[in-house]
């Protein structure tokens, strides 16, 4: 098949920069049950236009192009061995390429292998059948959703829920469980898969495998689309909005699958995933290894609300949208309109200019929409745990730490961005309280909000965190004007600290230095609209 190769790394261009029609669809309806001048409102229609900026750019849409994972069906007396050189291959080609960010790092060393290979990545499961075609299907999850996947071993009690038992009722449950403790640090709206039975690792599996349905199917079983349907019905109630900033859609679709258990075993696992809903198929031609068909119906042309490949995403000075193609490399006052449109009812609008005063900080509320510019730093996992027992190698007094682990190219011109998202920031709670008061940082940007420690350092210290719209890579990528310098390098480009200068880079303040957190507040409302369902359905 000389040609599997190239139709391997077509599909995964494909998967990381177009989403599936069935998906956009999904966002689509989401978005217009919404309210546009809420915050959710206003994730919502920059997730929009972050997916039309991809498709015409053919970069990816989130930077986290996660854990590339094949399930690859053949006839019987294909080769899988050469498939497998192939697609090593064509993920090699993609990384270098900018399509897929370096993801493959040594669990024990710590070291990232630069080419998305390693032992276990990518992740390919080959199944034989009897047809005379090969099936190939690939889903780029990020870990931002991955670490949300939640396994229930039944019976259970259950936050807010109560006992979980070994039944329908049992497994609503689990599912509710799961969509409320996820919130915003998945990249919510999601979708879900879910798996009933097996063990361990089937159950997962079963629910990961949940996620190649297409979004718009039904359940062939009747009370799995019963199941299907209650979920799409209530786990909205729960209010906690897209990027958990409250509001009327938290799940965009949920697929259940079940399979035989032991009689000691009753496991429900679930298989979350962001709205950034990374996954396409091919047929190919056993004999040459040509794409004969798209499995999911490519993206190009159906709109998520006003936005499409014919039509690029652009915003006017009033915050509204329009088309054309200035919308491709939006200008910095386009893109803080875009961000700051009336927000929640009125947000203010606040620009700030790297190094940032305590004074400028103090004066900022939740609900804020910050437009920054100057000079920002990135950090992740492996610089914050340095940093608390090591000097920083530039001054951070009044700095900006954006949790970001950029897909970057470099040329002979120097290094590119070309993609540019937070990441989830709870992973650094352990940490940025105290890095906070070591170094004077003023303001932190990710995504999912952070907790207790972190907001007892913004109020003591004088600092605010800044939530920016998860996935929204090639939105915040256009921010970025310069790439200043990259200090450890050897932790591989996602770790490593950035220094990029922005223009108009805009977030809302969720935490602020007067104690106040949107995300405290989101997870308390939505832990009493649970304990309804436990009241009023499950008595």
């Known amino acids: 098949m000389r040609k599997f190769e190239d139709s391997v790394y077509d ?206 199917d039904m359940n062939p079983i009747p009370e799995l689309r019963e199941l299907e349907n209650y979920m799409m019905e209530n786990a909205n109630k729960l209010g906690i909005g897209t990027m958990g900033f409250g509001g009327e859609v938290t799940l965009l679709g949920c697929k259940v699958g079940v399979m035989n258990r032991l009689p000691a075993s009753f496991f429900v696992s679930v298989a979350y995933n962001c709205w950034a809903f990374r996954r396409q198929g091919v047929l190919i031609d056993t004999a040459t290894g040509d794409i004969r068909e798209w499995l999911y119906e490519r993206g190009s042309g159906i709109s998520v609300g006003a936005v499409t490949a014919e039509t690029p995403p652009d915003v006017n000075a009033a915050g509204t949208e329009g088309s054309g193609d200035s919308a491709v490399r939006p200008a910095a006052a386009e893109r803080s309109a875009a961000i700051s449109a009336d927000t929640a009812g009125g947000a203010r609008e606040i620009r700030l200019t790297t190094p940032i005063s305590v004074e400028d900080i103090r004066r900022l509320r939740v609900g804020d929409v910050v437009i920054l510019s100057g000079e920002m730093h990135t950090g992740r996992d492996a610089l914050h745990k340095y940093l608390i027992d090591h000097e920083s190698p530039v001054d951070l007094s009044g700095a900006v730490i954006y949790h970001c682990g950029p897909v970057m190219l470099k040329d002979e011109e120097g290094w590119h961005v070309k993609a540019a998202g937070p990441t989830t920031s709870i992973r650094e709670e352990p940490y940025q309280g105290d890095i906070i008061r070591k170094f004077g940082i003023r303001a932190v940007i ?68 007067h104690g106040n957190s949107l995300h405290a507040d989101v997870e308390k409302d939505s832990a009493s609209k649970l304990a309804l369902f436990r009241e009023a359905v499950f008595k």
């Open 11 to 216: 599909l995964i261009v494909e998967t990381s920069t177009n989403l599936p029609g069935d998906v956009r669809r999904a966002i689509a309806a989401g978005r217009a049950l919404e309210d546009k001048d809420t915050r959710s409102g206003l994730a919502l229609a920059t997730i929009a236009q972050n997916i039309g900026m991809a498709e015409h750019q053919i970069s990816p849409i989130c930077q986290d192009t996660g854990m590339p994972t094949f399930v690859i069906h053949t006839p019987v007396g294909v080769n899988q061995l050469e498939m497998k050189r192939d697609i090593r291959k064509a993920v090699v080609r993609a990384t270098r390429d900018g399509k897929l960010r370096p993801n493959s790092v040594d669990s024990l060393t710590g070291g990232n292998s630069g080419d998305n290979l390693g032992e276990g990545t990518p992740v390919i499961h080959f199944e034989q059948w009897e047809e005379e075609y090969i099936d190939v299907r690939l889903i780029l999850k990020g870990g931002g959703c991955e670490n949300k996947n939640i396994q229930y071993s039944l019976p259970a009690d259950l936050e807010g829920l109560g006992r979980a038992g070994r039944d329908l009722d049992g497994i609503r449950k689990c599912i509710l469980h799961a969509i409320y403790q996820a919130q915003g640090q998945g990249c919510s709206a999601g979708f879900i898969g879910v798996g009933i039975g097996g063990d361990r690792t089937s159950g997962y599996e079963l629910a990961k495998k949940q996620l190649f349905r297409k979004v718009d």
């Open 446 to 513: 990710g995504k999912g909000g952070m907790g207790a420690k972190t907001l007892q350092a913004l109020h003591d210290h004088g600092g605010v965190y800044l939530n920016a719209i998860g996935g929204a890579a090639q939105y915040y990528a256009e921010c970025i004007k310069k790439v200043n310098g990259v200090d450890f390098l050897e932790f591989g480009i996602p770790e490593a600290m950035w220094h990029l200068t922005i223009d108009g880079f805009a977030a809302i303040v969720t935490m602020d230095s």
